[in-house]
């Protein structure tokens, strides 16, 4: 389990600085783990680097239900197919999926290997590829199984982000808001005033650098998650529990969607157990549900849920374990919230559907 620090590169000309990156390893034993949305819409932009030229790849096939054992199996057997050893060099490139499982296959073949995250959605490139969370997905909960390790370096390109969908470039946007709100009323700011319409890609990679600062400045402090790092988990517990409900049924939502949706409960609770302002609230949901679509959730489905923030990592055997905010850019962990408080939160969605 390495705790080492790492080099984090931002760069607006990806295929030069990865040349650079890739002349101090040996091509022959350097390997690429891409998940299938990258292959289609970000390859291109790496593809003619010649020290890129004929490398093994693997392709995992995009979407939440390949973040999975089976997904880890192949790519450890493609690994040991092709010769891998613990001295190689594996090159994750592609969302979250690809990050946090091709880490988690990196951090484990042959108890470890050298490894490059290179984040090409919004939300791998602030969230996902920063902090050393590694894992897939098991039994219906998500990052079951993980480690934390750290890559040798992770590389952030806003070239990739003009290829995204805006659904999918919003839920990136979601946890750039959760650091905002844990952090600064002057970066909450910053990002409501953010024109979606004309995205000015330069400005973004500023913003971009803000949330990884925020995200670096918690995981600095608390690398193992102990104390101060579950600032980060905001929005997150009932985010979480969202997702997996949707996954369990079948339902289309998003990491970020459910983040964004959870942060509403999540601050309903602030609201009503740390005194956060109601104005502003209720400023901050309006922002959150004009962009995010509902998700739909009734009086009935409150016990499944409940039983899914229960499984949540974060949670010990006294209750629901929430990071909660007496305002914007202050915070508090470990808030335990009893069931009866739980529902209540869950009743701010019935509100909005």
């Known amino acids: 389990m390495s705790l080492q ?15 650079r990156i890739l002349e101090t390893y040996s091509k022959s034993k350097i390997f690429i783990l891409m998940d299938s949305g990258a292959q289609e819409h970000c390859w291109h932009l790496l593809s003619s680097n010649e020290n890129l030229q004929d490398i093994p790849k693997l392709i995992i096939d995009s979407g939440e239900q390949n973040k999975s054992l089976d997904s880890v199996v192949k790519a450890w057997e493609f690994l040991s197919q092709n010769g891998a050893n613990r001295h190689s060099l594996v090159i994750n490139i592609g969302g979250g999926l690809m990050t946090d499982l091709g880490g988690f296959v990196a951090s484990t073949f042959k108890r470890g290997c050298h490894f490059i995250n290179i984040p090409t959605t919004l939300l791998s490139q602030i969230d996902a590829s920063v902090g050393g969370k590694t894992g897939f997905n098991f039994n219906g909960l998500k990052n079951e199984i ?9 590389v952030l390109s806003p070239e990739f982000l003009k290829t995204l969908p805006m659904k ?18 002057n970066y909450l700011d910053e990002l409501i005033a953010f024109n979606f319409e004309n995205i000015n890609y330069s400005k973004l990679l500023t913003l971009i650098r803000k949330s990884v600062a925020v995200k670096q400045e918690f995981v600095m402090k608390d690398p193992m998650e102990r104390d101060v790092r579950k600032v980060l988990n905001f929005g997150h517990t009932i985010g979480h529990a969202f997702e997996s409900y949707a996954h369990h049924h079948k339902l289309e ?11 509403i409960g999540e601050l309903y609770l602030s609201v009503k157990k740390k005194a956060f302002p109601q104005d502003k609230f209720d400023e901050i949901v309006k922002y959150i549900t004009d962009i995010y679509s509902d998700f739909s959730i009734f009086a009935k489905d409150y016990p499944e849920l409940y039983q899914l923030m229960l499984h949540d990592k974060k949670n010990s055997d006294e209750g629901v374990n929430f990071t909660l905010l007496p305002n914007v850019g202050a915070y508090t962990i470990n808030n335990i919230c009893t069931e009866e408080e739980v529902f209540e939160a869950l009743n701010q969605y019935g509100k909005r559907n």
């Open 146 to 154: 993980g480690v934390i390790n750290q890559p040798d370096m992770v």
């Open 168 to 185: 999918e470039f919003k839920s990136g946007f979601a946890e750039m808001l959760k650091h905002a709100i844990i952090y600064s009323q």
């Open 253 to 263: 939502l998003s990491h970020g969607e459910a983040v964004a949706l959870g942060m």
């Open 5 to 19: 620090s790492y080099d984090l590169i931002f760069t607006e000309n990806i295929e030069k600085e990865l040349g």
